[in-house]
């Protein structure tokens, strides 16, 4: 600062090479003080602070550089005399600095309190905090007792009998998955393990986290769903760690359901893994899967994976064990259409609709597909209705319109799936997609 004195220039430079000597600091304050400078010496009074937290120097040349009222504290021992008759001079020092052989006088109105979170929010500006925050403190200190924060949901209300239609699916999803466990004394009589997952792969859009959910919903046990960005993480180590953290909330809530989503992503062929972070995941999981980590096993934690492109999953995955169970979730048949269809029209403004000549015309929708042809449906409606200025219900023909207009979501992924089940069917794995495609005629 060019216009400030040798003087002040001398004490900014000492202060910065003692910034722990209060009075030095308090010293160079006063001096600002003297000049005008207010901000700058509530800034170093409240520096000052920082250091001597109860220095009453300090504190009261806080108090002078903010202009507000000083605060009078009498001696310990001090007499109490009347209140002076005489005028008092109306300088801030004079008021505030008795002369040394003065006896302090009491007020004779209660002094004002001094306002301190007040002249914090002032100063906040000027001065850091005194100390850093852990980021983890604050969220949690990082160890294993952490795990609970992940969000596991009650167990629902949706059983497979809220799936419509897709009875092949059922049949499949009870002979392999929930007769077992819903018979215990059989279980026990055949020595049918629990061990191990259940693999759901298909076309996208097409109901697989809606059906996880139903088979909790059977088990009447919790759900927790996991998916790549509640797994990955920055740190190193920190991913694995993750994977862990949900394994063990899950054995605490058990029985709960834990559900991969997109394990494609989360569970890769480590051979085309080029970033060592993601091996590591794929190890942990695995190591997860095995409950080795935990000592007790996974008992009453049923993992189910849902995934569009199975063949891009390590195949360690899939052993015995794992995820030895597949089951391939088709694009939803007749049955299940109407259903849907149902379903996102139930609150819209309809007018005779012929469900029978939808469902004809929606062959191969997925369920998405069938709640976009609702929505482009309600879309042309709403703006008939808009530029003539009457409202127009939603007809069939608004529907079947609809229909010609979108093109199934699945053809695509039913072209890639071709050559990996024509060419890479190792074991029988995708047998079901063959005969899919066989009665479709795709072959």
């Not at 002076?84 to 020092?93: G, Q």
């Not at 002094?111 to 914090?120: G, H, M, R, T, V």
């Not at 009870?174 to 009589?189: D, K, S, T, Y």
């Not at 209705?385 to 023909?397: D, M, N, P, Q, Y």
């Given at each position: 600062m060019a216009d400030e004195s040798p003087l002040i220039r001398s004490l900014r430079a000492a202060v910065a090479a003692a910034p722990g000597d209060v009075p030095l600091r308090l010293h160079f304050a006063e001096l600002l003080l003297a000049e005008g400078r207010n901000d700058e010496a509530v800034a170093e009074a409240a520096v000052a602070l920082q250091h001597a937290p109860g220095d009453a120097g300090a504190r009261a040349l806080m108090v002078r550089a903010m202009g507000l009222p000083a605060v009078e504290t009498p001696a310990p021992n001090a007499v109490e005399t009347p209140a002076?008759?005489?005028?008092?001079?109306?300088?801030?020092?004079v008021a505030e600095t008795p002369a040394p052989d003065e006896p302090a006088q009491a007020a004779s109105t209660p002094?004002?309190?001094?306002?301190?979170?007040?002249?914090?929010q002032q100063v906040q500006d000027l001065v850091g905090p005194r100390f850093l925050e852990?980021?983890?403190?604050?969220?949690?200190?990082?160890?294993?007792?952490?795990?609970?924060?992940?969000?596991v949901d009650a167990p629902g209300s949706v059983r497979l009998g809220d799936v419509g239609g897709m009875e092949e699916v059922?049949?499949?999803?009870?002979?392999?998955?929930?007769?077992?466990?819903?018979?215990?004394?059989?279980?026990?009589?055949?020595?049918?393990?629990?061990?191990?997952?259940?693999?759901?792969?298909?076309?996208?859009?097409c109901g697989k986290t809606f059906i996880a959910r139903a088979v909790a919903g059977e088990l009447g046990a919790s759900f927790l769903t996991v998916s790549l960005s509640d797994v990955l993480d920055m740190w190193i180590g920190a991913s694995e760690k993750n994977i862990h953290d949900i394994f063990e909330t899950a054995r605490r809530q058990a029985p709960c359901v834990v559900f991969l989503d997109e394990l494609d992503a989360l569970g890769a062929k480590r051979s085309r893994t080029h970033h060592s972070g993601l091996r590591n995941v794929v190890n942990q999981l695995l190591t997860e899967l095995d409950g080795i980590a935990s000592g007790a096993g996974n008992e009453g934690v049923f993992v189910l994976a849902a995934t569009n492109v199975p063949w891009d999953v390590d195949i360690a995955l899939r052993r015995p064990g794992r995820l030895d169970r597949t089951l391939l979730v088709l694009p939803p048949d007749a049955a299940a259409r109407e259903a849907i269809l149902?379903?996102?029209?139930?609150?819209?403004?309809?007018?005779?609709?012929?469900?029978?000549?939808?469902?004809?015309?929606?062959?191969?929708?997925?369920g998405a597909d069938l709640a976009h042809v609702c929505e482009t449906a309600a879309e042309a409606a709403l703006l008939d209705?808009?530029?003539?200025?009457?409202?127009?219900?939603?007809?069939?023909?608004d529907l079947l319109g609809a229909a010609k207009q979108i093109k199934p979501s699945t053809e695509p992924?039913?072209?890639?799936?071709?050559?990996?089940?024509?060419?890479?069917?190792?074991?029988?794995?995708?047998?079901?997609?063959?005969a899919h495609l066989k009665r479709k005629r795709k072959l």
């Open positions: 002076p008759t005489a005028v008092e001079d109306p300088s801030p020092a002094a004002p309190s001094f306002d301190w979170d007040a002249a914090e852990d980021p983890q403190a604050a969220d949690g200190d990082g160890t294993a007792g952490d795990a609970d924060a992940w969000d059922k049949d499949r999803l009870e002979a392999a998955f929930l007769a077992p466990m819903r018979n215990p004394e059989l279980r026990r009589l055949y020595g049918k393990s629990l061990r191990g997952g259940l693999l759901l792969y298909g076309p996208p859009g149902r379903y996102h029209l139930r609150e819209r403004p309809i007018e005779a609709v012929d469900l029978g000549k939808l469902v004809k015309a929606t062959e191969d929708f997925s209705s808009a530029r003539s200025g009457s409202v127009r219900l939603i007809t069939t023909k992924w039913f072209a890639a799936a071709r050559n990996v089940a024509m060419f890479a069917n190792e074991g029988g794995l995708y047998d079901d997609l063959l």
